[in-house]
């Protein structure tokens, strides 16, 4: 690998620290927990944009062509994240803000994109798995904001709840397993960066084990909110006691 990435990744991670600092001078008022998530959010909104350009018109196609030589745009996408993965990595550890997997997730990602720059290949598929990851975050930094705010538990939180829901078990899930099916069957990637797309799409299904856990938690929560309200809506109180109609 040439000095050329190293220093593109030097200029992001400045680039996104720089942000984060200069967030945190605008919102004073806000935690460092609010300001990287802004960050996270204006990362997430850029790499979904960049990287399904490159995977669905730049080319080459993921699904056909992985193991595929790097092209320039690819690797200008790969080391713009991997200074945000290093800026972020380091903040959740220094904040401890998140949970092993959350970590886990981060240090394979840097992994994956380290791999893809250094073999000159592979960054087709390494591309389209930043696509899927990075496809549910800003709803992920938008709930956060609602809760934060005190706006979840109302129409616009369920809204943002269901699409998250929706486009994990959708992309994640069912587009991660016919990708990584086309990266196992195909004789091209090296052996070790088809074993990192199974760990990746493992990761993918402990997420989505404690995304349905949650789905499901807060469904009946719904549905007893739902009941209590419908079972009082045809009361009246007599002498301070209910009474149906």
């Known amino acids: 690998m040439s000095l050329h990435p190293f220093l593109l990744v030097a200029c992001s991670l400045t680039a996104w620290i ?22 996270t959010l204006i990362h997430g909104a850029l790499i979904i944009s960049l990287s399904a350009y490159v995977g669905f018109i730049d080319g080459p196609w993921p699904f056909t062509h992985p193991g595929s030589p790097n092209t320039l745009l690819q690797v200008h996408v790969l ?4 200074g945000y993965f290093f800026f972020d ?14 970590l886990t997730h ?28 990075e496809i549910t975050n800003p709803l992920l930094q938008v709930r956060w904001f609602l809760r934060e705010t005190a706006r979840y538990d109302t129409f616009l939180g369920d809204t943002v709840d269901f699409l998250f829901v929706a486009l994990f078990t959708t992309v ?8 990584l099916y086309c990266e196992l069957t195909s004789p091209k990637p090296y052996w070790f960066v088809k074993m990192g797309g199974i760990a990746m799409y493992a990761i ?9 856990r949650f789905a499901w938690r807060r469904s009946l929560k719904k549905y007893k909110m739902w009941k209590d309200n419908n079972g009082t809506s045809g009361q009246i109180h007599y002498n301070g006691h209910p009474k149906s109609l």
């Not at 993918?204 to 349905?212: A, G, P, R």
């Open 18 to 39: 720089t942000l984060y600092l200069f967030i945190c001078q605008l919102n004073k008022n806000k935690t460092y927990e609010w300001n990287c998530r802004l960050v």
């Open 79 to 82: 080391c713009l994240t991997l």
């Open 106 to 133: 981060h240090i394979l990602s840097i992994l994956g994109i380290i791999m893809a720059l250094i073999l000159g290949e592979s960054a087709t598929e390494v591309n389209a798995v930043l696509f899927g990851s």
């Open 89 to 102: 990595l380091c903040w959740c550890v220094y904040f401890q803000t998140e949970k092993a997997l959350m």
């Open 172 to 179: 994640r899930i069912g587009v991660g397993a016919w990708l």
């Open 204 to 212: 993918s299904w402990c997420f989505m084990i404690s995304i349905w």
